[in-house]
């Protein structure tokens, strides 16, 4: 299936908020707290969103954990990635809502189209995707899915979903994922008449795959709290780059951290686990942002919850003592819809 699509995101409402070339936002990951065996952790987090909404935060992620195993980790937010982002748009009205990231082998492209132009409607065009090809692998036998399928299926679900969303479907789908005839279509369409896809990590494809086929790339970092460990973040994209088809044009890079920020500003950036999770002073984050932002990191996604301090707290820091540093962009505005 030949993907021949508009795929120039400049005045989309959500992309627009978040990207721009040479420039970094601010974006925070859900959950606030991790969830550890109720759901008492996440009580009032989704009026916490809405703060973070009225600050101007670019956006707000969401995770895609469709079956929790303990051995591998954490649970994400919990809920259903597009039930709680349809929650969350009702209850913000201008962030971008942003998934890190939807497994896209998983589902069927008709479902995930369906589901995420409704979310893109019902938020005014604010929908922005994460996609990976999973890597926690209890989740593919649930589904009936031959792992060893899933780069392949990356690929198949990519394609058949752009080709779904698009405006411009007028003629037959056929994928080994299925038929769709040319009187049938999808609705409803987008906003802004396609969802950026951000490709994660490799999602078992070479470089030059997500070069030509990604909207902007999501890697994840090495450790940062040396310098060390920017250069590498800095030659892994700037390889990526290279290899953007068409030439030249701008597609966005994301990275995320997950921070412990102590209420002392002068803390000096501290590896922890491995260089997992960063504990840092303010004044620390904002020099990593800024050796980021130079290098041409174009959003960060900050996960806040391995920070002792209460979340609000941390919020209000971050809006106060950081966002002011990195604006968010004023884009394309978000006009409310009223279904």
């Known amino acids: 299936m030949k993907e021949e699509l508009n795929r120039d995101f400049s005045n989309h409402i959500g992309y627009s908020r978040m990207f721009a ?156 994922l299925g038929l769709i005839k040319q009187n049938a279509q999808l609705l409803p369409k987008p906003v802004n008449d396609m969802i950026p896809l951000l490709v994660t990590g490799s999602s078992k494809q070479s470089l030059d795959w997500i070069g030509e086929h990604a909207d902007g790339w999501l890697s994840y970092p090495t450790p940062t709290a040396t310098t060390e460990g920017v250069m590498q973040l800095k030659s892994k994209i700037e390889n990526w780059r290279s290899k953007i088809i068409p030439r030249g044009v701008f597609r966005p890079h994301v990275t995320n951290e997950w921070i412990d920020l102590v209420d002392d500003p002068d803390f000096p950036r501290t590896p922890l686990r491995g260089g997992f999770i960063l504990k840092t002073g303010r004044k620390g984050l904002i020099q990593l942002l800024e050796e980021w932002q130079s290098i041409g990191v174009n959003h960060a996604a900050l996960g806040i919850q391995f920070t002792k301090r209460p979340a609000l707290e941390t919020i209000q820091e971050l809006a106060e003592e950081v966002l002011p540093l990195f604006p968010t962009h004023k884009g394309t505005k978000s006009v409310p819809l009223q279904y």
């Open 21 to 176: 070339e040479n420039k970094l936002t601010i974006g925070i990951f859900l959950p606030l707290r991790f969830y550890e065996g109720n759901m008492n952790a996440l009580e009032g987090q989704s009026d916490l969103v809405s703060l973070i909404d009225q600050h101007n935060f670019a956006a707000v992620w969401t995770r895609d954990v469709p079956l929790f195993d303990p051995s591998f980790g954490d649970a994400g937010q919990v809920f259903d990635t597009f039930s709680y982002l349809a929650y969350l748009a009702a209850k913000t009205k201008q962030i971008t809502l942003a998934t890190g990231s939807l497994v896209f082998p998983l589902r069927h492209p008709v479902d995930l189209a369906k589901a995420a132009t409704t979310i893109d409607q019902l938020s005014g065009g604010r929908l922005v995707l994460g996609v990976a090809s999973g890597d926690r692998p209890v989740e593919y036998p649930a589904y009936g899915i031959d792992i060893n399928t899933s780069g392949e299926r990356f690929r198949e679900t990519v394609s058949m979903f752009r080709s779904l969303i698009s405006s411009k479907q007028n003629q037959a789908i056929q994928s080994t």
